[in-house]
């Protein structure tokens, strides 16, 4: 295995890496530069190795990997605990010593589904370094038990990666440091490793991602779309990434039993807050004051006082009533 991993410089004009969050940049270049990943791309690792080493919080984290699931760049079982980084082989120099080690890491993980489409999506790679997919799919180990092992060659390949160098097929890059070159005899180590930016390169189909307690997360994203719309009506700047953490806080809140109306009411009181109004710009800062607003509940008597369905959406009246003095 290799115990470095080059980036090239183009991947931060990158279209695909430009429109990942800050988190999603991080995990991606993690995912593919880390000392646990295989020369294949496929390898077993958790959430909470990703957080320990990248220093994200294991719910950023989760984020993250769904975008870049959904980006098509990786793919993640988490009841496996193993990831695949779909364009991980395609951008690096392999040898016959290379496939070999390929070969190697796809039998210690058996016919997973995600080996299953690795073989078909680099068929053309395998064979020409002639390997045959099915063979190699027939003796895969059996570690799960619902893939099929045949595999039927796919129409869509992958393009032609080699350049003008010492291959015999003449591609349609110039010289590119990652061509795929069968008569290398170098030592097998992969050497650059970058993000796809060729447009032409066939989409994979990403698997459904495993997302647990579904209805927790939507009462989250409803919390926190509710919070963004007040900073809206007050013209509050909201950065593009916004939503991550704000998401991954409302649903951290939510799980630890507060319901969402409460999360709502408290949003209203600490936006017309003297104090609190001017700090609130995320989840975040709601988590910070959600104490106060619980102690001043507990203190008063009846419903909540700025309900989010009432008719006063921002709860300004019935605020003004109770701590206005007028």
């Known amino acids: 295995m ?11 004009s990158s279209p695909d890496f430009q429109e990942l969050s800050s988190d999603a940049k991080l995990v991606f270049i993690y995912t593919f530069s880390n000392q646990h990943r295989t020369e294949s791309g496929i390898y077993k690792i958790t959430v909470k190795t990703i957080s320990n080493e990248t220093d994200i919080s294991p719910e950023d984290v989760k984020i993250a990997v769904d975008e870049l699931c959904s980006k098509n760049l990786i793919r993640f079982d988490y009841d496996n605990n ?3 980084v779909i364009n991980a082989l395609k951008y690096q120099k392999v040898n016959p010593n290379g496939m070999k080690a390929v070969i190697k890491d796809l039998n210690t993980i058996g016919n997973h589904e995600y080996v299953l489409s690795f073989l078909e999506y ?5 064979s020409s370094f002639g390997h045959d997919i099915n063979d190699i799919s027939e003796h895969l180990p059996n570690t799960y038990p619902t893939p099929s092992k045949h595999i039927t060659k796919t129409s869509k390949h992958l393009p032609n990666t080699r350049g003008k160098g010492k291959g015999n097929s003449k591609g349609n890059d110039k010289g590119n440091n990652n ?5 290398d005899k170098s030592d097998g180590e992969a050497t650059t490793t970058e993000i796809p930016v060729d447009e032409s390169t066939p989409k994979v189909k990403p698997l459904p991602v495993q997302r647990p307690n579904d209805a927790k997360r939507e009462e989250a994203k409803e919390v926190a ?3 963004k719309d007040q900073l809206k009506r007050r013209n509050i700047y909201i950065p593009k990434d916004w939503h991550l953490k704000s998401y991954a806080c409302a649903e951290k809140l939510i799980n630890s039993g507060v319901d969402p109306p409460t999360l ?3 949003i209203l009181w600490a936006l017309n807050d003297q104090y609190w109004g001017p700090q609130i710009d995320s ?3 709601i988590e910070r004051c959600l104490p106060k607003y619980q102690l001043q509940e507990a203190k008063a008597s009846g419903p909540g006082r700025y309900a989010a369905d009432s008719d006063d959406p921002l709860g300004i009246g019935e605020y003004m009533k109770k701590f206005g003095g007028g």
């Not at 061509?179 to 008569?183: E, F, K, M, N, Q």
């Open 225 to 227: 779309n509710f919070l």
């Open 122 to 126: 680099y068929a053309e790679v395998f």
């Open 82 to 84: 193993l990831i695949w």
């Open 264 to 266: 709502k009411n408290c």
């Open 2 to 12: 290799a115990t470095y991993r080059q980036i090239h410089t183009k991947i931060w």
């Open 283 to 285: 989840m975040m800062a």
């Open 179 to 183: 061509d795929i070159d069968p008569s």
